[in-house]
């Protein structure tokens, strides 16, 4: 019996192969967001580490207080921005993901039409088998007779 040959097999590579670009893309993609998310967590928790104006009872100076005054407006400036940015990189990775169910559709469509195919060859392969082997074996049973009929 002769293996099955897929005429579309080209395609569905193509399609294999588009499919995984786009989970490559949206692995990236989800990747951003989740370093993102992990940046805001960071800048959260320093943020709440630096509210305190004392340490131990002990009042910090003017200076000190400046400077923290400074550097927490600085990390709020940080996290809005990481959160604009998590927002765009969110939108992205939606895009992405859309089009990695997509290449998947498309690619599973066509996994599905060669397994039909398949099927169908093969149960056309097996008929014609055993078609062949009833026509080998009427013969035998003609031949019988006819020797029979000789003797």
């Not at 400074?70 to 990390?75: D, H």
């Not at 397994?115 to 049973?141: G, H, L, P, S, T």
Request: with cysteine.
């Amino acid at each position: 019996m002769r293996r099955f040959s897929f005429r579309l097999e080209p395609f569905l590579r193509i399609r294999t192969y588009r499919e995984k670009t786009a989970e490559l893309e949206l692995a990236k993609a989800v990747a951003t967001c989740v370093t993102l998310q992990g940046h805001i967590q960071d800048v959260k928790r320093e943020l709440q580490a630096n509210t305190a104006c004392s340490i131990g009872g002990i009042l910090y100076d003017f200076s000190d207080l400046q400077a923290r005054n400074a550097y927490r407006m600085w990390l709020e400036r940080d996290l809005h921005l990481t959160q604009e940015r998590l927002t765009i990189a969110e939108i992205e990775r939606k895009k992405k993901q859309e089009q990695y169910l997509s290449a998947s559709r498309d690619r599973k469509v066509l996994e599905k039409l060669k397994e039909r195919k398949a099927e169908e060859y093969y149960d056309e392969q097996w008929n014609e088998e055993f078609n062949r082997m009833d026509e080998i074996a009427d013969r035998f049973v003609l031949q019988a007779k006819m020797d029979e009929g000789r003797e």
